[in-house]
């Protein structure tokens, strides 16, 4: 053999034990890491002056971004293919949980909403899990039947009924962002597995009144879109978050004030470590630290898509594709909303807002995407080509 054809080997060998995509692993890395150091910037003065200690919201964090860690690499070492057992129990489990949280004394209500469930010391949400069991019974259904799905009875109807449930119990907590969220990755999802384009756009026309009653008849529903269209008509009340958020934007130019010197978490801007955490990344880092973000999100669902194209079958591929769309669209959600470019909605950016739920789901995400990135069969291009 010559030096040339062994080094091809040698290369060869390296790709077929890399059983998964090493960039889409780094962006999540970084993100992850980023995340915690920004929990604890934006939130360090707050949690000193409200809770007495100024690291209460870091070591949850750290806490949280370890175990979602570890769950990225046992959902690497698993591999997606012995997750399809448990998909039918986990959506169960997840429609329970979501049940109970509207319980007294089970479910813990904040900022109007009864989202959280309480074990021990701890608080989650049910509705992270829900999202993840939600992707995973659809990708195990779709790909069963792949021959049917142009039957309403069996290939559209089930999956919308399964999306019914959540939605209505999701709406009881209110939870309107998160439903329309699962909603656009059901479409989305019978979209490319072959559904009838005349039952979806059926249905999203039958959907639309809906949305519109529920906005219109919701008076903080309404306000919101109100807002959005005109922050600055009442930029210390309805309108207060969004103007503080652009105003942290505004502070940080190019490069920000520098990291740890932002103004707006000193009580200005509410859910600095949450819901607006990438405006204290726009004041205190500037445009290059929000482009970064966003530039490292892009790297995620590039390499997420890549992943689904090249997918071995047809689970992974749905799979893949409903992962990757969740995190794609929760951080256009948040990103556009903290720079009211969206009416403002109570959602994490995933890996950076504060939330042990939130960190730990995301990083299982990630972790479920990677065990399909190493596939090379491609099962989505053997589908467009058999319908060519």
């Known amino acids: 053999?010559?030096?040339?054809?062994?080094?091809?080997?040698?290369?060869?060998?390296?790709?077929?034990?890399?059983?998964?995509?090493?960039?889409?692993?780094?962006?999540?890395?970084?993100?992850?890491?980023?995340?915690?150091?920004?929990?604890?910037?934006?939130?360090?003065?707050?949690?000193?002056?409200?809770?007495?200690?100024?690291?209460?919201?870091?070591?949850?964090?750290?806490?949280?971004?370890?175990?979602?860690?570890?769950?990225l690499l046992v959902a690497m070492r698993v591999g997606y293919r012995r997750l399809e057992a448990f998909a039918v129990p986990l959506v169960f489990v997840s429609l329970g949980l979501l049940l109970l949280v509207r319980f007294p004394g089970i479910g813990h209500a904040a900022g109007g909403a009864q989202r959280w469930m309480r074990l021990g010391a701890l608080t989650f949400q049910p509705s992270e899990i829900a999202k993840l069991s939600l992707i995973l019974w659809l990708a195990r259904s779709l790909a069963r039947k792949q021959d049917r799905i142009r039957v309403f009875s069996v290939g559209f109807l089930p999956h919308l009924v399964m999306?019914?449930?959540?939605?209505?119990?999701?709406?009881?907590?209110?939870?309107?962002?998160?439903?329309?969220?699962?909603?656009?990755?059901?479409?989305?999802?019978?979209?490319?597995?072959?559904?009838?384009?005349?039952?979806?756009?059926?249905?999203?026309?039958?959907?639309?009144?809906?949305?519109?009653?529920?906005?219109?008849?919701?008076?903080?529903?309404?306000?919101?879109?109100?807002?959005?269209?005109?922050?600055?008509?009442?930029?210390?009340?309805?309108?207060?978050?969004?103007?503080?958020?652009?105003?942290?934007?505004?502070?940080?130019?190019?490069?920000?004030?520098?990291?740890?010197?932002?103004?707006?978490?000193?009580?200005?801007?509410?859910?600095?470590?949450?819901?607006?955490?990438?405006?204290i990344i726009g004041e205190e880092l500037g445009f290059a630290g929000v482009a970064a973000v966003l530039i490292l999100f892009s790297i995620i669902a590039w390499r997420g898509f890549k992943a689904a194209w090249a997918a071995p079958d047809a689970f992974g591929c749905y799979l893949a594709l409903g992962l990757t769309l969740l995190l794609a669209l929760e951080a256009i959600v948040n990103a556009g909303m903290a720079l009211a470019l969206l009416p403002t909605k109570g959602m994490a950016l995933p890996f950076l807002s504060y939330g042990m739920t939130s960190a730990i789901t995301s990083c299982l995400a990630a972790g479920i995407l990677l065990s399909i990135s190493g596939g090379a069969g491609g099962f989505l291009q053997r589908a467009m080509g058999a319908q060519r």
Do not use: C, N
């Open 163 to 279: 999306l019914g449930l959540f939605a209505i119990l999701l709406l009881l907590e209110p939870d309107f962002g998160t439903t329309v969220v699962l909603a656009i990755l059901t479409f989305a999802l019978l979209f490319v597995a072959g559904a009838r384009a005349t039952y979806l756009l059926g249905i999203v026309g039958a959907l639309a009144p809906i949305a519109a009653f529920l906005v219109w008849h919701s008076p903080y529903r309404w306000q919101r879109i109100l807002t959005f269209l005109d922050p600055w008509k009442d930029p210390q009340g309805h309108g207060y978050q969004t103007v503080e958020s652009l105003l942290g934007f505004g502070a940080g130019g190019s490069f920000g004030v520098g990291l740890g010197e932002s103004h707006q978490k000193l009580f200005f801007l509410p859910a600095a470590h949450t819901d607006f955490i990438l405006s």
């Open 1 to 71: 053999m010559s030096a040339s054809a062994a080094a091809g080997a040698r290369v060869s060998m390296h790709r077929s034990a890399l059983r998964y995509d090493p960039v889409l692993l780094a962006a999540v890395v970084l993100l992850l890491m980023f995340g915690v150091v920004m929990v604890y910037s934006s939130s360090a003065v707050y949690a000193g002056a409200r809770l007495g200690d100024g690291l209460w919201f870091f070591k949850r964090q750290a806490l949280g971004a370890g175990i979602g860690l570890a769950a």
